[in-house]
């Protein structure tokens, strides 16, 4: 696999007389070299060759560098400065960007605080949940304007992913995982590969598949300046990063479910739909997430073959393993179901959704329909910004449960669990979204929430900026009308927010297919 002998290169590297005498800090991966020292990281690919990857010489990592550089500034325009070209002086000493004979290439950096890496405050516990809206919509901005191809991914694409964790744990996982296990695996996931083909090209074809991040975990996201920025994306390999955008964002997914950090990870994943609407894509993610943690049982295992720590290697070994059954378990998602959350303004609707949807349904959690979400997208304008009566006549209201029931719909019938969240005032919309589970064949459970109206107008009003415009006058008026042939569950929401949640989730239980998938810890 090694090509070259870049010994000299790395110790030029690795001296700090090379950056004005500041300590190097040198991190190791399979294809790349990081040396940080002082305010730069600089980064030389190693001169490797593996079926996935060519650096082999040294005009392919420039061309590599280049394209690593171009790619990731989509992205992180203030991490990447540039290429840069170790040169050999004429006195035969090399430097970094000398005016000698380039004898190898580097891509320079701007270097940032390593604790501040999205892997590293999740495994310290401290990965802010507030900041899982905004990654989402990075990641949804960035898909948005990331370029398309219709010639590249599909359901070929997907068979490959699947035949190549199929051979590597034949020969790479060798020892580490059963072999009947990873046999199942693969049969499932063929079998799930061929009951959605259609879907794959179809998506293919309508401009889904884009060029993406490819390798879009949390040691692959930093905070800079408060924000959550995406770099070091795949140059390398056109078939890792020219897929479906749900395939880029299942690997962050799964990552954030492997750690035990669903609500993080439903988060993203209602934020992300949210913004792009993307829901005809539901029927794959089982597929997706399985495909993810397959590769990285696969990958794990090999890295605990190769490593000469022996505590270490059972560590990978245990990693490996968990790997493995997070895949086996994610194609065998539980039923759809369908639950609607009603009540009042203030009365907590959004909140108990929110609080229920990771622990419901297949990973990486139930979708959240909000009603006051769509009345915005109807309506052309921004979810902050507040509509006047021309928002909410009668005919905008009609159009905005008609379309909330058609996204529950779409959301039920693609395998995953909805939460309506809504008013629910009329007996006309209840039994609306109630006919869409019975249609759907998939169990319902209807919430509605209740509390008095001191309660109610004091929660309003200490709200910050939200998708809601209620105001106190809106709960009078809601207050005023009458309440006819209400059947749902009826939960006292004048309690604490862990007293209505623990109320709904009992109710939820009664209901629920017991092979939800959830690790709350």
């Given at each position: 696999m090694i090509t070259e002998d870049q010994s000299s290169v790395v110790t030029l590297l690795s001296s700090p007389s090379t950056h004005?005498?500041?300590?190097?800090?040198?991190?190791?991966?399979?294809?790349?070299?990081?040396?940080?020292?002082?305010?730069?990281?600089?980064?030389?690919?190693?001169?490797?060759?593996?079926?996935?990857l060519d650096y082999s010489t040294a005009d392919r990592r420039r061309a590599m560098c280049e394209a690593e550089v171009r790619i990731n500034r989509r992205t992180a325009p203030a991490l990447y400065r540039g290429v840069t070209a170790v040169t050999r002086q004429a006195d035969g000493r090399l430097a970094i960007g000398g005016a000698g004979t380039p004898v190898d290439w580097l891509v320079e950096m701007t270097r940032f605080d390593q604790s501040n890496l999205l892997d590293r405050l999740a495994e310290a516990g401290v990965l802010p949940l507030h900041l899982m809206g905004p990654l989402a919509h990075a990641i949804a901005r960035f898909h948005d304007t990331a370029e398309c191809r219709k010639n590249q991914s599909g359901w070929d694409a997907m068979r490959r992913v699947i035949d190549g964790n199929a051979a590597g744990f034949v020969v790479e996982a060798a020892g580490i995982l059963d072999p009947v296990r990873c046999a199942r695996l693969t049969d499932r996931a063929r079998f799930v590969l061929d009951r959605g083909g259609v879907l794959l090209d179809r998506r293919r074809d309508a401009g889904m598949v884009r060029q993406c991040h490819g390798d879009l975990h949390l040691r692959n996201i930093v905070l800079l300046d408060g924000q959550p920025t995406l770099f070091d994306a795949i140059e390398f390999n056109d078939q890792i990063s020219w897929i479906d955008v749900l395939y880029d964002l299942a690997f962050l997914l799964m990552d954030l479910w492997r750690l035990g950090l669903p609500h993080h990870a439903n988060v993203v994943w209602n934020a992300y739909l949210s913004d792009t609407g993307d829901v005809d894509g539901l029927p794959l993610m089982p597929l997706f997430l399985s495909c993810r943690a397959a590769v990285m049982a696969k990958t794990t295992a090999t890295s605990a073959n190769l490593h000469t720590d022996?505590?270490?290697?059972?560590?990978?070994?245990?990693?490996?393993?968990?790997?493995?059954?997070?895949?086996?378990?994610?194609?065998e998602p539980p039923a759809p179901r369908l639950i609607a959350v009603g009540g009042f303004s203030g009365s907590g609707k959004s909140t108990l959704a929110l609080a229920l949807a990771s622990s419901i349904g297949a990973v990486p959690g139930a979708v959240v329909i909000r009603s006051d979400e769509i009345r915005k997208k109807l309506c052309g304008v921004k979810p902050l910004d507040r509509l006047g009566p021309e928002g909410y006549t009668d005919d905008v209201s009609r159009r905005v449960y008609r379309t909330l029931m058609e996204h529950v719909d779409k959301v039920v019938r693609g395998g995953y669990t909805a939460i309506a969240d809504a008013v629910f005032a009329k007996s006309a919309d209840r039994d609306a979204v109630q006919h869409v589970a019975v249609a759907a064949g998939v169990p319902f459970a209807g919430l509605w929430l209740e509390a008095p109206a001191p309660v109610l107008i004091s929660r309003v009003e200490r709200r910050g900026p939200d998708v809601s415009d209620a105001g106190n006058d809106v709960i009078r008026r809601q207050l005023a009308a009458r309440l006819d042939s209400l059947r749902w569950h009826r939960l006292d929401a004048s309690g604490t927010r862990q007293q209505v949640c623990d109320a709904a989730g009992a109710i939820v239980r009664d209901q629920s297919d017991p092979r939800i998938f959830a690790r709350n810890r």
């Open positions: 004005a005498g500041a300590d190097v800090e040198r991190i190791d991966t399979h294809a790349s070299i990081v040396f940080l020292a002082g305010d730069r990281a600089w980064k030389l690919k190693r001169a490797v060759r593996y079926d996935y022996a505590g270490r290697r059972v560590e990978l070994q245990s990693t490996a393993n968990d790997y493995l059954t997070m895949a086996e378990a994610l194609l």
